[in-house]
């Protein structure tokens, strides 16, 4: 690849980067907004993607989403092909994206599929952070981000082990914010070629 052809690639997957948890996170407190019956305690927040404009809303915010994140994870990939943990971290990230995508085409009226792809996405996404969060930390220069980042996945794993009583929103919400927080920031060192990794 030429380097002008790389530059502009990674610029595209910072950019996605950044553009996707904002896309996907608006897009679902809109589907929240259309639907009053919706109970952070009793529901799930795929529980959105099944009846009305809250399921078009829902569902293509993670098909969109999802493919956001698939262009920012090959970005990421490129910028840690270096390190072998960090590229089969981001080749995990790049699996993770396929599945979140995967939740907005096969909603719960697809039955287990539905259950499939979610449990994917949410075991794949952690794993991601830990691998290139470590990848991350072998760079002096790197050390602070990649301890945000393992910190990502450690927060992604542990709101599972708290009882949450009915539903499984609040913690698919938690699980997935600190992933999308994380996103935003590589993604705009991306764009600005700001990673030091050789």
Not at 104 to 115: M, S
Not at 130 to 157: D, H, P, Y
Request: aromatic share 10%; glycine share 10%; proline share 4%.
């Amino acid at each position: 690849m030429s380097s002008s052809k790389r530059v502009i690639g990674l610029k595209v997957a910072g950019l996605c980067g950044v553009i996707s948890p904002i896309v996907m996170l608006t897009s679902i407190l809109l589907a929240i907004f259309y639907s009053p019956w919706f109970s952070w305690a009793e529901n799930a927040l795929s529980d959105l993607g099944v009846h009305s404009i809250a399921a078009v809303l829902f569902n293509s915010s993670l098909i969109i989403g999802g493919l956001l994140t698939l262009l920012f994870a090959i970005g990421l990939r490129e910028i840690l092909l270096s390190q072998t943990i960090g590229h089969v971290g981001a080749l995990i990230l790049i699996l993770a994206a396929a599945n979140l995508c995967f939740i907005g085409v096969f909603p719960e009226t697809a039955g287990v599929l539905h259950i499939y792809v979610s449990v994917a996405f949410f075991t794949l996404l952690p794993i991601s952070l830990f691998l290139i969060g470590a990848a991350l930390m072998k760079e002096s220069s790197e050390r602070n981000f990649g301890l945000f980042t393992f910190l990502a996945g450690v927060v992604a794993v542990m709101v599972w082990i708290v009882p949450w009583g009915g539903g499984v929103a609040i913690p698919e919400m938690l699980a997935s914010l600190p992933a999308s927080v994380w996103s935003i920031v590589p993604g705009i060192r991306l764009y600005n070629q700001a990673f030091s990794l050789k």
